[in-house]
């Protein structure tokens, strides 16, 4: 993983941001990792992936015999 240190982040953090589009840098400070940076797409693409794996969950425990449909659950869970 690529790190950079917080001194660096303050000088040069469009620079740091733009390194970060594809995959996210740590951010250390003494050696020893505070944070990490990752790019809006990136970021954006995380946030949909885990927002997809809670709705599969949500189908996959509910419980359709007790009358709600499948499309109803769809729309309540905006898929």
Known sequence: MTTTSIS???INP???IAQASEY????ENRNTIQGYIM???LYEKMVELL????DRIAVKQTNFKTGKSFEKIAHELGI
């Not at 996210?24 to 951010?27: D, G, H, K, Q, R």
């Not at 927002?51 to 809670?54: I, N, Y």
Request: glycine share 6%; hydrophobic share 40%; no cysteine.
């Open 8 to 10: 660096q982040l303050k």
């Open 14 to 16: 469009s620079s740091i």
């Open 24 to 27: 996210p840098i740590a951010v």
């Open 39 to 41: 790019g809006k797409a």
């Open 51 to 54: 927002e997809d794996r809670v």
